[in-house]
């Protein structure tokens, strides 16, 4: 080829990225019979679009479009693949360009692997990150809530298929799961602490706050909410002195309220811990407090 000035010049060309855009290209300079050396940064050519289903605007399935250019691509005689690399600097002028390629380490002969994957299954070096073990933290939980605990865990078995129903008891015994508790319950099963929270934050029957020894549940599913649920829920909040998911300072009462509990012929209902209360007037609720004080 010449320039405008009419002198010769000869030399290869660089295609940098080895998409489908990149591997096209590659495949016309290769077969006008120029040397292409085709530069990607990933460890294999193909780039984005295996991981499309179709194209758009014809739909034509993604993989029948590039395989065919990679397997063309890969055997070409005029095509040198300079996969894991990247171009670092480019000097020159058109015609006379010189190119700096910086090749990352694949610590296999590329030229020799067939893909079996023995390599990394024989490889003495893992890329396992590497701690020192702290020193685990002394459990906060007295002496007779860990007997409790324990003898909780051991009529489930320490395994974490019992783990629901173990936080469920300890959330009973308790009335909230403490974080020992908590703790205590990660180690005997043998999973991981922030495993055990998830499950005990997904579920609103479990608490991690402490809650009262009565659990005041306020109906407000659309039956209770129009025959006055929330005028029952104020006059709750102004008798007990706390506002709707509060615990009074005695750990006595918890004020919750709840979309329904499935009395929509008695409502508005309330129910205190497993009583229910249903037809309920302001009136009452002064009654109710002072029957569970």
């Given at each position: 080829m010449s320039d405008e000035s009419g002198n010769n010049k000869t030399g290869s060309v660089l295609v940098v990225g080895a998409g489908i855009g990149g591997m096209q290209a590659s495949l016309d300079l290769?077969?006008?019979?120029?040397?292409?050396?085709?530069?990607?940064?990933?460890?294999?050519?193909?780039?984005v679009m295996s991981q499309l289903d179709k194209t758009f605007p014809t739909n034509d399935c993604a993989m029948c479009t590039l395989s065919p250019r990679m397997v063309e691509c890969g055997g070409?005689?005029?095509?040198?693949?300079?996969?894991?690399?990247?171009?670092?600097?480019?000097?020159?002028?058109?015609?006379?360009?010189?190119?700096?390629?910086?090749?990352?380490?694949?610590?296999?002969?590329?030229?020799?692997?067939?893909?079996?994957?023995?390599c990394m299954a024989?490889?003495?070096?893992?890329?396992?990150?590497?701690?020192?073990?702290?020193?685990?933290?002394?459990?906060?939980?007295?002496?007779?809530?860990?007997?409790?605990?324990?003898?909780?865990?051991a009529a489930y078995g320490e395994r974490e298929s019992s783990i629901l129903p173990i936080l469920q008891d300890i959330n009973t015994k308790f009335n909230w799961l403490p974080p020992g508790?908590?703790?205590?319950?990660?180690?005997a099963v043998g999973m991981?602490?922030?495993?055990?929270?998830?499950i005990a934050t997904f579920y609103n029957a479990l608490s991690l706050e402490p809650r009262g020894k009565h659990?005041?549940?306020?109906?407000?599913?659309?039956?209770?909410?129009?025959?006055?649920?929330?005028?029952?829920?104020?006059?709750f909040e102004r008798e007990l002195n706390i506002k709707d998911g509060g615990t009074t300072d005695?750990?006595?009462?918890?004020?919750?309220?709840?979309?329904?509990?499935?009395?929509?012929g008695q409502s508005p209902v309330v129910t205190v811990n497993d009583d229910i209360y249903g037809y309920m007037k302001q009136t009452q609720v002064p009654k109710i407090v002072k029957q569970y004080k």
């Amino acid at each position: 080829m010449s320039d405008e000035s009419g002198n010769n010049k000869t030399g290869s060309v660089l295609v940098v990225g080895a998409g489908i855009g990149g591997m096209q290209a590659s495949l016309d300079l290769a077969n006008s019979g120029f040397k292409v050396y085709l530069v990607e940064r990933g460890p294999a050519i193909g780039g984005v679009m295996s991981q499309l289903d179709k194209t758009f605007p014809t739909n034509d399935c993604a993989m029948c479009t590039l395989s065919p250019r990679m397997v063309e691509c890969g055997g070409h005689i005029n095509i040198e693949k300079l996969t894991y690399s990247e171009v670092e600097n480019i000097k020159g002028k058109p015609g006379a360009f010189k190119v700096r390629i910086r090749k990352k380490a694949r610590s296999v002969q590329a030229d020799k692997c067939t893909g079996c994957g023995e390599c990394m299954a024989n490889c003495p070096v893992q890329n396992r990150p590497y701690s020192e073990p702290m020193e685990p933290e002394p459990l906060e939980i007295t002496p007779d809530e860990l007997v409790e605990v324990d003898r909780i865990i051991a009529a489930y078995g320490e395994r974490e298929s019992s783990i629901l129903p173990i936080l469920q008891d300890i959330n009973t015994k308790f009335n909230w799961l403490p974080p020992g508790a908590v703790r205590r319950v990660s180690e005997a099963v043998g999973m991981p602490l922030s495993r055990v929270l998830r499950i005990a934050t997904f579920y609103n029957a479990l608490s991690l706050e402490p809650r009262g020894k009565h659990i005041i549940r306020v109906c407000m599913g659309t039956a209770c909410y129009v025959k006055g649920g929330q005028r029952i829920l104020e006059s709750f909040e102004r008798e007990l002195n706390i506002k709707d998911g509060g615990t009074t300072d005695d750990l006595r009462f918890s004020l919750e309220t709840v979309n329904c509990v499935g009395c929509c012929g008695q409502s508005p209902v309330v129910t205190v811990n497993d009583d229910i209360y249903g037809y309920m007037k302001q009136t009452q609720v002064p009654k109710i407090v002072k029957q569970y004080k």
